[in-house]
């Protein structure tokens, strides 16, 4: 609510003081034609009209970072190697023949051939097909008017601020690719094998499509224009146009999606320490994780068209529809225990609301 206070007396001061400087102008009287405050609740419906943009990912393996591949079953490897680059039956033979569930880090004979994998595609990528969108809302609203003449006057429009869903869009994928060296006698005989996979990271779909919520204020002033005249035209239309600040907070990400991210962080760390092949294989790592979201505040420009209904000289209805430009940033991260940072992704959030209002008002 001080934000709310802030942002109306910053931008409705200038005008006042600009009107000091006329001597006979009397800020709380008015020659009777007019009433110098008004006050106004009712209903307020929020309708979000943006569309969801691609999720931008990075982690903190770069690429052409070389890891160790350690402990990994055959059938991990099958999974991930590229099609037609089979030597001497190695891969349908050999492979296939040591069994799916055998540790290439400690196989009958051989020992470790698990070897070593140059990683790439993980360092930065956009997930077509993703993002985040915001849902419609309702809340209580209030506007609050000071009217400088019959005509112009100061409006602050606020409402209680509402918890907002955010609608996820399509699933996340890490474009794995690479090149695995395989170490011992397979090494020298074989050379190096290329992987490529797509690796599901989460459905920003899961849990009935809300992949988090937010609480959302969204206080705004500006300067409104009020058609006709008190005392003679009981409807009154008005134009007005000013500024909106977005303020979220209390964001809680869908639980799925953050048991999902907290896995991602895990392969991240695991690759880190020279694990490449529990990455692969889902294996949580030594470390423990923490799933952070944000979203930016913003400033946007809004618009207004509406109109007051004077049932007395006091009490009147109002009703308007309002356009704000908003977007802004929301910004998930993972860490470890210790306070690294293993992924960020990001998206831009179009809210680009309609906002309607339905209220009772009273002058004085």
């Not at 955010?166 to 695995?180: C, F, R």
Request: aromatic share 10%.
């Amino acid at each position: 609510m001080n934000k709310t206070l802030t942002l109306a007396c910053a931008i409705a001061a200038p005008l006042l003081f600009s009107q000091s400087a006329v001597a006979e102008f009397d800020y709380f009287k008015t020659d009777g034609s007019f009433k110098r405050f008004s006050v106004s609740a009712g209903w307020l419906h929020a309708s979000p009209q943006g569309k969801a943009n691609p999720m931008q990912t990075t982690t903190a393996a770069k690429d052409g970072t070389v890891a160790d591949n350690g402990s990994v079953k055959v059938k991990t490897v099958r999974e991930v190697l590229v099609k037609d680059q089979d030597r001497f039956g190695f891969i349908d033979g050999t492979l296939k023949g040591l069994g799916a569930e055998t540790d290439l880090s400690d196989v009958t004979i051989l020992g470790d051939v698990s070897g070593t994998t140059k990683i790439n595609g993980l360092e930065s990528w956009t997930s077509a097909g993703t993002g985040l969108e915001a849902d419609d809302v309702d809340t209580f609203g209030l506007l609050f008017n000071y009217y400088m003449n019959d005509h112009w006057s100061i409006e602050v429009k606020a409402g209680i601020p509402p918890k907002v869903d955010i609608l996820g869009q399509g699933q996340v994928y890490a474009p794995l690719s690479g090149k695995v060296s395989p170490s011992g006698i397979a090494g020298g005989l074989l050379g190096d094998f290329d992987i490529s996979k797509n690796i599901p990271i989460t459905d920003l779909t899961q849990g009935g499509g809300v992949s988090s919520s937010a609480r959302a204020w969204l206080p705004a002033a500006g300067v409104q224009y009020q058609f006709g005249k008190s005392g003679v035209n009981k409807f009154r239309p008005y134009v007005g146009a000013g500024v909106m600040y977005a303020y979220f907070n209390d964001i809680e990400l869908n639980d799925g999606i953050r048991n999902d991210l907290e896995m991602a962080g895990h392969q991240i760390q695991n690759i880190k320490d020279g694990k490449a092949g529990a990455a692969l294989e889902n294996v949580k790592s030594t470390q423990g994780m923490s799933v952070d979201v944000e979203a930016d505040s913003a400033f946007a420009p809004i618009v207004t068209l509406g109109a007051t209904y004077d049932f007395n000289d006091k009490w009147f209805g109002v009703g308007s529809v309002s356009y704000a430009k908003l977007d802004s940033d929301t910004t998930i991260t993972v860490q470890n225990d210790s306070g690294e940072e293993l992924i960020r992704a990001k998206t831009n959030l179009d809210i680009d609301p309609y906002i309607t209002y339905l209220g009772v008002g009273y002058r004085f």
